[in-house]
């Protein structure tokens, strides 16, 4: 008997939680009337329902600009080959334009070897000339050496013969080239085209191993080797800094920068200046690279501060694929630009390892 009502104990257990579970949405309902007072179905429906998915939030849409490339090699400065024009005279410094022709050059030297005086002979007749519709070629028959004051952002003191830079010659010129392969094959592929060897000089070789080179009227180098006079002795890298100062820069097919000596070779190319304020647009346009082991960053603004009112362009068209771009970038190191920055990359043929389509680190970019 004992056991029979047990066993009723627990059906009548088992009874009360099936009836629980299934009165559970009345007594739901009648503690929240009791909460909230009298509400409608509706009411109620709303508030028991289960939470849906939430929906996003409506993102506005952001304004963007097309990409505009860099001027290109075929946009600006000599566009015919020099082969047939210093076929007599591969050893020679040479200065021609596209106002003379044949073997009519605007300045000649011979050596084995040159460096600061002839590059300055040539650039002061460049100057003197003053001719803003010629587009000039200074061909380096050997290797090429050059330091201060020519790839200085402006010689100090009186201009002469002996104490000018390439950044003098702003408004006097269309352009300039430099090539170092007599055979100056225009459709030349992003590899070293066994030129010769421009070199510039670092400020120090063992505690300041920057050199740079200031632009004064858009420059395009075509068919050269491009390094430091830095050795591997000091076990340091050097670094070139190229500053276009808003005049279109184009490092095209055949330029190379090359170990100097051994010593890796940092090589930045800015679009602006270093610290100067620029109301102008700049171009940076990239087709050959260098060699491995070599680092190399674009920069379509400033290096350290200054402002730069207008648009700012870099296009990597080609690389040689053995080196590595450390920093891409539309915008500038450190400054502020007033316009659109554009950065287009149009090969795969290389490592990069930063990417930034406006600025970097401290710089800022806004539109005019």
Request: charged share 10%; hydrophobic share 40%.
């Given at each position: 008997?004992k056991n029979?009502?047990?066993?009723?104990?627990?059906?009548i257990?088992?009874l009360?939680?099936?009836?629980?579970i299934?009165?559970?949405?009345?007594?739901?309902?009648?503690?929240l009337?009791?909460m909230?007072?009298?509400v409608?179905?509706d009411?109620?429906?709303s508030?028991?329902?289960?939470p849906?998915t939430?929906?996003?939030p409506?993102?506005?849409?952001?304004?963007?600009?097309t990409?505009?490339?860099?001027l290109?090699p075929?946009?600006?400065?000599?566009?015919?080959?020099?082969?047939s024009?210093v076929?007599?005279?591969?050893?020679d410094?040479?200065?021609?334009?596209?106002?003379?022709?044949?073997?009519?050059?605007?300045y000649?030297?011979?050596?084995?070897s040159?460096?600061?005086?002839e590059m300055?002979?040539?650039?002061?007749?460049?100057?003197?000339k003053?001719?803003?519709n010629?587009?000039?070629?200074?061909?380096?028959g050997?290797?090429t050496?050059?330091g201060s004051?020519?790839d200085?952002n402006?010689?100090?003191g009186?201009l002469?013969?002996?104490?000018?830079?390439?950044?003098d010659?702003?408004g006097?010129?269309?352009?300039?080239?430099?090539v170092?392969?007599?055979?100056?094959?225009?459709?030349?592929?992003?590899?070293?085209q066994?030129?010769?060897?421009?070199?510039?000089?670092?400020?120090n070789?063992?505690n300041n191993?920057?050199?740079?080179w200031?632009l004064?009227?858009?420059?395009?180098?075509?068919?050269?080797?491009?390094g430091?006079?830095?050795?591997?002795?000091?076990?340091?890298?050097?670094?070139?800094?190229?500053?276009?100062?808003g005049?279109?820069?184009?490092?095209?097919?055949?330029a190379y920068i090359w170990?100097?000596?051994?010593a890796v070779v940092?090589?930045?190319v800015?679009?602006?200046?270093?610290?100067?304020?620029l109301?102008?647009?700049?171009s940076v346009?990239?087709?050959?690279s260098?060699?491995v082991?070599?680092?190399?960053?674009?920069?379509g603004?400033?290096?350290?501060?200054?402002?730069?009112?207008g648009?700012?362009?870099?296009?990597?068209a080609n690389?040689t694929g053995?080196?590595?771009?450390?920093?891409m970038?539309?915008g500038s190191?450190?400054?502020?630009i007033?316009?659109?920055?554009?950065?287009?990359?149009?090969?795969?043929?290389?490592?990069?390892?930063r990417?930034f389509g406006?600025?970097?680190?401290?710089?800022t970019?806004?539109?005019?």
């Amino acid at each position: 008997m004992k056991n029979y009502k047990i066993l009723i104990f627990h059906k009548i257990v088992s009874l009360f939680f099936v009836l629980l579970i299934l009165l559970a949405p009345a007594l739901e309902s009648t503690v929240l009337i009791r909460m909230f007072g009298s509400v409608n179905k509706d009411e109620l429906v709303s508030a028991v329902a289960l939470p849906t998915t939430p929906v996003p939030p409506t993102r506005p849409n952001l304004s963007t600009n097309t990409v505009t490339d860099a001027l290109s090699p075929t946009q600006f400065g000599y566009q015919a080959s020099i082969a047939s024009r210093v076929v007599n005279n591969k050893s020679d410094f040479l200065l021609m334009s596209d106002q003379n022709s044949g073997a009519t050059f605007d300045y000649q030297k011979q050596g084995s070897s040159f460096g600061n005086t002839e590059m300055m002979f040539a650039l002061w007749t460049i100057y003197t000339k003053n001719n803003p519709n010629a587009n000039y070629v200074i061909y380096l028959g050997q290797d090429t050496t050059i330091g201060s004051p020519v790839d200085d952002n402006g010689a100090v003191g009186t201009l002469s013969s002996s104490n000018i830079s390439f950044a003098d010659l702003n408004g006097r010129a269309k352009s300039i080239t430099i090539v170092s392969d007599f055979n100056d094959n225009v459709n030349s592929t992003a590899s070293n085209q066994n030129g010769k060897k421009l070199i510039f000089a670092v400020f120090n070789p063992v505690n300041n191993t920057v050199a740079q080179w200031f632009l004064g009227v858009p420059t395009i180098l075509r068919n050269v080797n491009v390094g430091t006079n830095m050795s591997d002795t000091f076990l340091v890298p050097s670094w070139l800094k190229i500053y276009a100062q808003g005049s279109p820069f184009a490092f095209s097919n055949g330029a190379y920068i090359w170990n100097s000596n051994g010593a890796v070779v940092n090589a930045m190319v800015y679009g602006g200046s270093d610290t100067r304020d620029l109301i102008t647009d700049t171009s940076v346009w990239i087709g050959s690279s260098g060699q491995v082991g070599n680092n190399f960053s674009v920069f379509g603004g400033n290096e350290k501060s200054g402002t730069i009112t207008g648009n700012t362009r870099v296009t990597i068209a080609n690389t040689t694929g053995t080196d590595t771009f450390q920093t891409m970038s539309g915008g500038s190191l450190a400054g502020t630009i007033k316009g659109n920055t554009s950065l287009n990359i149009k090969t795969n043929n290389t490592y990069i390892k930063r990417i930034f389509g406006g600025g970097v680190g401290l710089s800022t970019a806004t539109d005019l």
